[in-house]
């Protein structure tokens, strides 16, 4: 299990722009994306994306490779700039047994709030958890 995050090129804001946000939460969204590894939760800030990750067969390099090549794709064919958003490189923690993966995925969740963003996760669009209702409370 691993907590993941990636960085836009220069730490440009281009997910601040709603378009771009909703396409690559598509793409997020996407399980093609993933393949056989399962993402349990994840957050697109304007500059950023977190997501914690159960890796499957593949390597983290290559699901890495995946998602920002889709992402990249996608924003691309919906009328966005050639190349890639992001930088090259990612960040990953891999998580021990003993951290309670529940609580990093309401600390990445709650970065919106933290940003300034919104007052409470739930109007803030560009994120998802597999096991959280969105219509119950979230205590954070």
Not at 23 to 46: E, G, K, Y
Not at 55 to 63: A, I, M, N, P, T
Not at 70 to 97: N, T
Request: glycine letters at 4%.
């Amino acid at each position: 299990m691993y907590l993941l995050t990636t960085v836009t090129r220069h730490r440009e804001p281009i997910f601040a722009d709603t378009d771009r946000a909703r396409v690559t939460s598509q793409v997020i969204h996407a399980a093609s994306t993933w393949a056989d590894s399962r993402l349990l939760a994840w957050v697109l800030m304007p500059d950023h994306w977190h997501g914690p990750l159960q890796l499957g067969d593949e390597s983290l390099g290559r699901v890495m490779n995946r998602f920002k090549a889709c992402a990249s794709r996608a924003l691309h064919e919906s009328g966005g700039p050639d190349g890639s958003p992001w930088e090259r490189s990612f960040h990953d923690h891999a998580l021990r047994v003993e951290e309670d993966i529940r609580t990093v995925a309401r600390y990445i969740i709650a970065n919106p709030v933290r940003a300034g963003l919104v007052d409470s996760v739930f109007v803030y669009p560009y994120w998802d958890a597999v096991w959280l209702d969105r219509d119950a409370s979230l205590t954070l």
